[in-house]
């Protein structure tokens, strides 16, 4: 039902920035809360970051407070995460991932999923 592309990625080093992009097709997108999640080799799927349906209250997980930032353009059906100051230990593959009117992040709970992307942070 909803389509999600993810943008951005690649390789930084430590203490840079990078953008991601995910745009979804949803016509109704500001009914839909978007997460952003990570997962490295051998490591669970993290919840990064979350930004809710209707007022946009955002989630951070508390390693990434500080630094990141999830931001959502309704007009554009496109939600960011902007990286800033990253460690070598935000190296994992970033997937973008949203469902309508949840209060969650909790990956389980997230209907539709982008493609995921590498994103590496080099010492």
């Known amino acids: 039902q909803v389509q999600l592309v993810q943008s951005g990625g690649g390789l930084v080093q430590a203490g840079g920035s990078l953008r991601l992009s995910c745009a979804a097709s949803a016509r109704t997108f500001s009914m839909y809360t978007v997460g952003w999640f990570r997962q490295a080799p051998g490591k669970e799927r993290e919840s990064v970051a979350a930004i809710f349906y209707s007022g946009g209250n955002t989630y951070y997980t508390d390693s990434v407070k500080g630094r990141f930032t999830i931001s959502r353009d309704n007009a554009k059906n496109t939600v960011y995460l902007q990286m800033d100051s990253l460690k070598p230990e935000d190296t994992a593959v970033y997937y973008c991932?949203?469902?309508?009117?949840?209060?969650?992040?909790?990956?389980?709970?997230?209907?539709?999923w982008g493609q995921g992307t590498q994103v590496t942070v080099s010492s």
């Open positions: 991932a949203a469902d309508a009117y949840i209060l969650s992040v909790t990956p389980s709970n997230y209907r539709y």
